[in-house]
């Protein structure tokens, strides 16, 4: 199975900060990564597929790059709305691995 | 609205077994690959089987095959996860999961809120 390590597991950051999510594969994936927001009790939402097209209705200020084993999330002004749980997902092989999650609060 | 509604979560013990279903509505649920993912507490999201559109083709995590089945009826619009030899690490939210086409490389696109399971005596 891909193995899928994100860093940092938290961060903390306040309203209009820009902040920087990475996700690494432990194999070659090409483009093959998703990126999912959570919150409890909430269906988990796709922000980003294909490692850097932006899902429809998702709002600019969320960005994605990389290729291969490397990935950043990237939010830029950070909303209220956006203090949540974020998960990248590589869709190359069956199973579909998660990576750990990162939480991000507000400081 | 594009929606998917799980159900039939709930408390069982060791051993025991259980059967999810998924209500699917608003798209052409025969036309789309289903999966389920849960996330046991504390832990991350872990894919546990999927299922192909036309029902004819299913995928597994190896570590789950021999007791969870995932069928579908497309006449009823429904995706079921029938769960046996229940066991502790099990207890987690399943949630029922649409893999999006290849337009945005089979992401998972329409998500459900997710049914709790706990395994518990």
């Known amino acids: 199975d891909i193995q899928m390590t994100q860093s940092p597991s938290s961060l903390s950051a306040s309203v209009g900060d820009r902040v920087t999510l990475t996700c690494r594969a432990s194999q070659i994936i090409s483009t093959n990564l998703n990126w999912y927001q959570h919150k409890p009790g909430k269906a988990p939402k796709l922000l980003i597929y294909?490692?850097?097209t932006l899902q429809s209705g998702v709002p600019s200020r969320f960005s994605g790059s990389g290729s291969g084993t490397e990935f950043i999330l990237t939010i830029t002004s950070l909303q209220p709305e956006d203090f949540a749980t974020y998960s990248c997902q590589q869709s190359y092989s069956i199973p579909y691995t998660f990576g750990q999650g990162t939480s991000l609060d507000i400081k | 609205e594009v929606q998917l509604v799980e159900s039939g979560g709930g408390l069982v013990q060791p051993g025991g077994s259980l059967r999810l279903s998924c209500s699917a509505s608003?798209?052409?649920?025969?036309?789309?690959?289903m999966h389920w993912v849960r996330q046991a507490p504390g832990k991350r999201l872990e894919y546990v089987l999927g299922i192909s559109s036309s029902g004819g083709s299913t995928f597994y995590t190896d570590s789950l095959r021999g007791r969870f089945t995932i069928s579908r009826d497309n006449s009823k619009n429904t995706l079921y996860l029938q769960m046996t030899s229940l066991r502790a690490d099990d207890t987690a939210v399943y949630y029922c999961?649409?893999?999006?086409?290849?337009?945005?490389?089979?992401?998972?696109?329409?998500w459900g809120r997710g049914t709790t399971v706990t395994v518990s005596s």
């Open positions: 294909a490692a850097s």
């Open positions: 999961v649409r893999r999006g086409n290849s337009d945005i490389l089979y992401a998972m696109d329409v």
């Open positions: 608003g798209f052409a649920f025969s036309s789309f690959y």
